[in-house]
C-alpha cells in the first residue's frame, strides 16, 4: 500500500516538477528577450548588452561550489523555494524601480546578478533532487520532460516576447515573469524531496563537516569514479570545442552568407524543436540500455554536424537553398544534443550517491560554466584571423578525436559490463 501511495506521488512529482519549471522558465525566457532589447534600445551599445551577459555568467561560475554544499547539506525543498522566493523578490524589487525612478542600466545590472545566484541554487539542487522526486524506473522520462520544458520555453518565450515587446511596457514583462515564479513556488511547496532519496540520516550533535573540506571530499569522490571522470571530461571538450559552432554559426550565417534575421531566427527555432521533439520521444520510451555507447554516437555525429556548418562557405548554394540546409541542419543538432544529453544525465543521477549529487553537479556546472566564456573569446580572436570553415571543420574532427579516446571501448565495456 505505502509503495502504491508513492509510485502515485511519484507521478504527481512527475508532472508538477515539469509544470513548474516550464512556468518558471518561460517566465525567464520572456524576461530576459525583453531585458536584452530594452538594453540595446536605451544605450545601442553591445559591450553594455555583453556586461549583462556576465552579470549572468560570472556568479554561476563563482556560486556553483556554495551551492552544491548547501544541496548536501541542508534541505533541498527549502533552498528551492527559498531561491525562488529570493527570484520573486528581486524582480518586484526590479518592478518598484521601474515605477518609481525609472529602468537604469545598475538596476538591471544587480537583478540579473541576483537572478544569477538563485538560479544556480535552484538549478543544482533540483539536479540533486530527482532520485528523490521520482522512482528508479521514471529518472530517464523525469528528465526528458525537464529538458522538453526548458526546449519549450526557449521556443515560446523569444516568440511571446517578440509579439508583446514594443506593443507592453516594461513592467508588464516583469509582472509576468513574477506571476510565473509564484506559481512555480506554489507548486514546488507541495512537492515531497525525499519521497526516494537514500541521503545518510544526520545524527543530533554530530558535528558538520567544515564547508571546504566538504567540497574536497567531494572532489575525492569524483576521482574514485572513472567512468563519471570520463563522461565530465568528455562534457567539458564539448562545452569548449563547441564555442566554434556557438561563435561561428552567427557570423557565418550573418555576416559572411547575408542571411535575413526573420530567416535566421526560424533557424536557431529548428534547433529548439529538435530538441523538443527528442525529449518528448524519450520521455515516452523505456530507459536506454547502453547509454554511454549511444551517447559516443551521438558525439560523433554532432561533430560531423558541426563541420557541416562550414559547407555552404565550400560548396555555392542559391540563398533558399542554404536557408533550408541550416533549418535541416540546426534541427539534427537539437536532436543529436538530446539524445547525447539524456541518457548521459540519466547513468549520472543513477551512479552519483545520493550524498555527493549536489558537489558532484556544481563541480560540473562551475567547470563547463569557466569553459564556456573562455572558448566563446578564443574563438572570437581565432575568427578574425583564421577562414571560418578551417575552424569549424578542425573543431569538429577534434571533438570527434577526444570522444574516440576518452570513451574508447574498454572504457564502454566497464560503463556496461553486460555487453560482454
Not at 506559481?183 to 543530533?204: C, D, G, Q, Y
Not at 523505456?286 to 561533430?303: D, F, T
Request: proline share 3%; glycine share 6%.
Amino acid at each position: 500500500m505505502e509503495e502504491a501511495f508513492k509510485l502515485k506521488r511519484a507521478t504527481y512529482h512527475l508532472w508538477t516538477f515539469t509544470i513548474s519549471k516550464m512556468i518558471s522558465s518561460f517566465g525567464a525566457q520572456v524576461y530576459a528577450f525583453a531585458i536584452s532589447f530594452y538594453i540595446l534600445q536605451l544605450t545601442g551599445s553591445a559591450s553594455n548588452f555583453a556586461l549583462n551577459l556576465i552579470c549572468s555568467i560570472l556568479p554561476r561560475t563563482l556560486i556553483a561550489p556554495f551551492a552544491g554544499y548547501a544541496a548536501d547539506r541542508y534541505s533541498r525543498k527549502m533552498i528551492v523555494i527559498v531561491s525562488q522566493i529570493a527570484t520573486t523578490l528581486a524582480i518586484i524589487g526590479l518592478f518598484i524601480v521601474s515605477k518609481t525612478a525609472g529602468l537604469s542600466l545598475m538596476a538591471i545590472y544587480t537583478t540579473t546578478v541576483i537572478l544569477s545566484l538563485t538560479s544556480t541554487f535552484s538549478s543544482v539542487t533540483f539536479s540533486s533532487s530527482i532520485t528523490g522526486l521520482v522512482d528508479e524506473g521514471r529518472i530517464q522520462k523525469a528528465m526528458s520532460l525537464n529538458q522538453m520544458s526548458i526546449s519549450f520555453a526557449a521556443i515560446g518565450g523569444p516568440a511571446l516576447g517578440g509579439l508583446l515587446y514594443g506593443v507592453v511596457s516594461m513592467p508588464v514583462f516583469l509582472i509576468m515573469y513574477m506571476v510565473a515564479s509564484i506559481i512555480a513556488i506554489i507548486l514546488e511547496s507541495t512537492m515531497n524531496f525525499t519521497l526516494f532519496a537514500k541521503r545518510k540520516e544526520i545524527v543530533e550533535g554530530e558535528e558538520k563537516e567544515p564547508m571546504l573540506q566538504s567540497m574536497k571530499e567531494g572532489l575525492r569522490y569524483l576521482k574514485n569514479q572513472p567512468i563519471l571522470k570520463s563522461i565530465i571530461w568528455i562534457s567539458l571538450f564539448i562545452n569548449f570545442l563547441f564555442g566554434a559552432y556557438m561563435v561561428g554559426y552567427s557570423f557565418i550565417l550573418i555576416e559572411k552568407l547575408k542571411i535575413a534575421s526573420q530567416h535566421f531566427g526560424l533557424t536557431e527555432g529548428a534547433f529548439a524543436v529538435g530538441m523538443l521533439i527528442l525529449s518528448i520521444y524519450f520521455s515516452t520510451r523505456n530507459e536506454v540500455k547502453y547509454p554511454l555507447l549511444l551517447s559516443k554516437r551521438s558525439i560523433i555525429i554532432m561533430g560531423i554536424l558541426m563541420g557541416a556548418v562550414a559547407m555552404p562557405l565550400i560548396i555555392s548554394m542559391s540563398y533558399f537553398v542554404t536557408f533550408g540546409y541550416y533549418v535541416v541542419l540546426m534541427f539534427c543538432l537539437g536532436a543529436a544534443m538530446i539524445i547525447t544529453n539524456t541518457p548521459m544525465q540519466v547513468m549520472m543521477q543513477k551512479m552519483i550517491d545520493d550524498d555527493y549529487k549536489g558537489r558532484v553537479f556544481s563541480i560540473i556546472e562551475t567547470m563547463a560554466m569557466a569553459l564556456m566564456p573562455l572558448g566563446t573569446v578564443i574563438y572570437g580572436f581565432l575568427y578574425d584571423l583564421l577562414p571560418a570553415e578551417s575552424i569549424l571543420i578542425v573543431s569538429s574532427l577534434l571533438l570527434i578525436i577526444v570522444v574516440l579516446i576518452l570513451a574508447r571501448p574498454s572504457v564502454i565495456r566497464t560503463a556496461h559490463p553486460e555487453m560482454e
